[in-house]
Nanobody
């Protein structure tokens, strides 16, 4: 069974930065679309960003555009999410997920493999 491992979450003040990592030991990322999602208490899981296998034209939700940057290192089977200028409303559990092909880039129901999530808390 594929198991993704997210890391890098934590507690940070508003305006601060965090870098999340998503690794999948033994799993070949190369052909997969990798997405970052987040879920705050009482809210639905929402798409944050995703990146294709060729690292071309990543997608960002409007709420994070200009602040977050997604990248991938296929040699390390790792995807990153650099989060800058964090706001309290960014507080959530962040998940990475993978799918080979998706019609809706940020539709969580289309993603096949998921990690357990990492908590990001931004204090005001």
């Amino acid at each position: 069974e594929v198991q993704f491992v997210e890391s890098g979450g934590g507690l940070v003040q508003s305006g601060g930065s965090l870098r999340l990592s998503c690794e999948a030991p033994g799993f070949n990322f190369n052909d997969y679309l990798i997405g970052w999602f987040r879920q705050a208490p009482g809210k639905e899981r929402e798409g944050v960003s995703c990146i294709g296998s060729d690292d071309d034209d990543p997608y960002y939700a409007d709420s994070v555009k200009g602040r977050f940057t997604i990248s991938r290192d296929n040699t390390k089977n790792t995807v990153y999410l650099q989060m800058n200028s964090l706001k309290p409303e960014d507080t959530a559990v962040y998940y990475c997920a993978a799918v080979k092909l998706a019609i809706g880039l940020m539709n969580p129901y289309e993603y096949k493999f998921w990690g357990q999530g990492t908590q990001v808390t931004v204090s005001s």
